[in-house]
């Protein structure tokens, strides 16, 4: 074995035994770690094994009016645009978020939702940050949300805006909800040019 290899592999164990490299590097492979002590909970993209209780969970929240019921079929073909919170390293699913995109400069978080066991920790916040920070990632200008929680999404920079203001085509989800076209959910923005949470 050459002296460079053997440098090269002692200079990768070190970096893996730092915990800024493997909070780096966890980042940068999609795992967003919330307790670096435990390891556990985790945000990540969720993958197939995790929709069938993403569904689940989206249609607790739903069967209570406070969020649009999501089939396992759409939620499979959508399955690139969640976030997920989950246990490590058993995989429980506890929460999940999306980033949709609706234009070239415009994105909407959809369907937040986290499990009672697991409310009131900041992890609500947490999945919002991952889906923003991969908006910006895909230099989108624009996030926008429909909510019952404004104040929440006010916390996190976003403002009040009419939804006149919306594009039409964002409507075509709202046309499942049992209150169209009487929505009395809160539209807010957030713009992403130079903007931080």
């Not at 959508?78 to 919170?85: E, S």
């Not at 409310?119 to 996030?143: D, I, P, S, T």
Request: aromatic share 8%.
């Amino acid at each position: 074995m050459s002296r460079g290899l053997r440098e090269g592999e002692a200079e990768a164990k070190a970096s893996a035994s730092n915990p800024l490299f493997l909070r780096r590097y966890r980042k940068l492979a999609g795992t967003i770690m919330i307790d670096q002590e435990s390891a556990s909970p985790i945000i990540t993209k969720a993958v197939a094994a995790d929709i069938e209780t993403v569904h689940k969970i989206l249609n607790l929240f739903a069967e209570k009016g406070l969020l649009l019921p999501r089939s396992l079929s759409e939620l499979y073909e959508r399955l690139r645009q969640y976030f997920v919170l989950k246990s490590e390293p058993e995989g429980r699913v506890y929460g999940v978020c999306g980033l949709g995109i609706c234009w070239k400069d415009l994105a909407e978080i959809q369907s937040l939702a986290i499990l009672e066991t697991h409310q009131g920790k900041g992890f609500g916040r947490k999945l919002v940050e991952a889906c923003l920070e991969e908006a910006r990632f895909l230099e989108l200008n624009r996030v926008f949300t429909l909510t019952y929680i404004p104040e929440f999404f006010k916390q996190m920079g976003f403002t009040a805006i009419d939804k006149s203001l919306l594009p039409h085509k964002i409507w075509a989800d709202c046309l499942k909800c049992p209150k169209f076209p009487d929505c009395d959910e809160t539209a807010l923005m957030l713009e992403l040019n130079g903007s931080s949470t």
